[in-house]
């Protein structure tokens, strides 16, 4: 398996616009979370989904952030309108529930890279 | 609720020395626990986990971490620091989420 896909890697955008994460899991998991990461806040879990449902998605900042997983082996995290203030690393992870009794490790994408201006 | 904690953001170590990076865990199950590594622009990439039996656990890269369920901890060493350690290191709990520890900052120093 290729790892966990995401693109682009890197999306340089302008104030308003909207912007669109994609991230591609590793076949046959079933978690699938999406993660920002930044120097004041660190890596921050914005939402998760189990068997292409949202489970949690209580660290979504704010309604302009949408995630959605249409099938097992795709997902998108968009922000409309996007801000200078969601800059940051979106990191796309995945993994599949251990014994049931938790994950195993989760496997993370390259990450995307966004800079808005 | 899961907890990590992580203590201290920043390590710094001379090339040669102990490595000790360590993390501390509250769980009401079990728990599964992680250490990650990220080096500087890449994603995190597992350094070692531990799940069920041995307590110490070998990774790569010559890290290990020992479970240690009476002191709620899975600290991370290395006997001797490289250069090429320089990066950040998580610590994360499995439950149906990753919890992961606010990251440590290693340098090394020559």
């Known amino acids: 398996d290729a790892g966990v896909i995401q693109s682009p890697r890197h999306e340089v955008t302008e104030m308003g616009q909207e912007v669109t994460l994609r991230c591609k899991p590793i076949?046959?998991?079933?978690?699938l979370f999406w993660y920002r990461q930044t120097m004041m806040r660190g890596l921050e879990l914005l939402i998760y989904?189990?068997?292409?449902?949202?489970?949690?998605d209580s660290g979504m900042p704010e309604d302009r952030f949408s995630a959605k997983m249409p099938n097992a082996s795709f997902s998108t995290l968009k922000i409309q309108p996007s801000e200078p203030r969601d800059s940051a690393v979106y990191f796309c992870?995945?993994?599949?529930?251990?014994?049931?009794?938790?994950?195993?490790?989760?496997?993370f994408g390259q990450g995307t890279r966004l800079t808005v201006v | 609720a899961q907890s990590v904690t992580q203590l201290g953001s920043h390590v710094s170590v001379s090339e040669g020395a102990l490595v000790l990076l360590r993390c501390n865990y509250s769980?009401?199950?079990?728990?599964?626990l992680f250490w990650y590594v990220q080096y500087p622009n890449q994603g995190l990439q597992l350094l070692l986990k531990?799940?069920?039996?041995?307590?110490l656990v070998k990774g790569i890269n010559g890290f290990e971490a020992e479970f240690k369920k009476s002191e709620t901890s899975f600290h991370l060493t290395k006997p001797s620091a490289h250069m090429s350690d320089a990066a950040e290191y998580f610590c994360?709990?499995?439950?149906?989420?990753?919890?992961f520890g606010e990251g440590t900052q290693l340098t090394v120093n020559p």
């Open positions: 992870a995945s993994s599949f529930l251990l014994g049931g009794q938790g994950n195993t490790e989760a496997f």
């Open positions: 076949s046959g998991h079933d978690y």
């Open positions: 989904f189990n068997n292409n449902v949202p489970i949690d």
């Open positions: 769980s009401s199950v079990p728990p599964y």
């Open positions: 531990y799940t069920t039996g041995a307590t």
């Open positions: 994360a709990l499995s439950g149906s989420r990753l919890t």
